[in-house]
Antibody, heavy 117, light 109 residues
Framework: QVQLVESGGGVVQPGGSLRLSCAAS????????MHWVRQAPGKGLEWVAF????????YYADSVKGRFTISRDNSKNTLYLQMNSLRAEDTAVYYC??????????WGQGTLVTVSS | SYELTQPPSVSVSPGQTARITCSGD??????PYWYQQKSGQAPVLVIY???KRPSGIPERFSGSSSGTMATLTISGAQVEDEADYYC????????????FGGGTKLTVL
């Protein structure tokens, strides 16, 4: 049973930083690429970032490039998203997902990030 | 930047066939994927690589594509299929930068 559990969300001021974590179980984490996807309140899904199974390549949406960093620790079965220089428009539920043929497959339940003063 | 375009809403009666479209210039080269998201829940993958169904997804869900248009078809839509549906793909640049369509609200009543 694939399980993905996000944590680390909360309220942060504009310009602040936050690190999200995604604990994975029920599959061979080190063999799969991983995604972060977000959803602003009442809005659609927005792809954020992808990291290959071994961390060798990382890809970002233009909206977060240079501010967010995706990483992983395969020894801990954990995916991370370091978010810096946060803006109000980064307010969203952040989901992690493993991959099916490189697209998001199984999703966690998400963690809410609120950027507000 | 690359975009996928979906209709904002589709409405059908129970038992009818619902069709949700997704258009994008790279779709002839890149597979479309489809997700169902019910209110307050995480998305669920219902179609991958254009027309394949993950295990546990009912057979009434199917996918197809032609040129720059992909279509999710729900044959004999049921009330429990009411949800938001999103298409997903990547651009044609050869990397893994993903993009979602704007989503389609399916109403079954």
């Amino acid at each position: 049973q694939v399980q993905l559990v996000e944590s680390g969300g909360g309220v942060v001021q504009p310009g602040g930083s936050l690190r999200l974590s995604c604990a994975a179980s029920g599959f061979t984490f080190s063999s799969y690429g991983m995604h972060w996807v977000r959803q602003a309140p009442g809005k659609g899904l927005e792809w954020v970032a992808f990291i290959r199974y071994d961390g060798s390549n990382k890809y970002y949406a233009d909206s977060v490039k240079g501010r967010f960093t995706i990483s992983r620790d395969n020894s801990k079965n954990t995916l991370y998203l370091q978010m810096n220089s946060l803006r109000a428009e980064d307010t969203a539920v952040y989901y992690c997902a493993n991959t099916e043929a490189a697209a998001p497959k199984h999703w966690g339940q998400g963690t809410l990030v609120t950027v507000s003063s | 930047s690359y975009e996928l375009t979906q209709p904002p809403s589709v409405s059908v009666s129970p038992g009818q066939t619902a069709r949700i479209t997704c258009s994008g210039d790279a779709l002839p080269k890149k597979y479309p994927y489809w997700y169902q998201q019910k209110s307050g829940q995480a998305p669920v993958l219902v179609i991958y690589e254009d027309s394949k169904r993950p295990s546990g997804i009912p057979e009434r869900f199917s996918g197809s594509s032609s040129g720059t248009m992909a279509t999710l078809t729900i044959s004999g839509a049921q009330v429990e299929d009411e949800a938001d549906y999103y298409c997903y793909s990547t651009d044609s640049s050869g990397n893994h930068r993903g993009v979602f369509g704007g989503g389609t609200k399916l109403t079954v009543l």
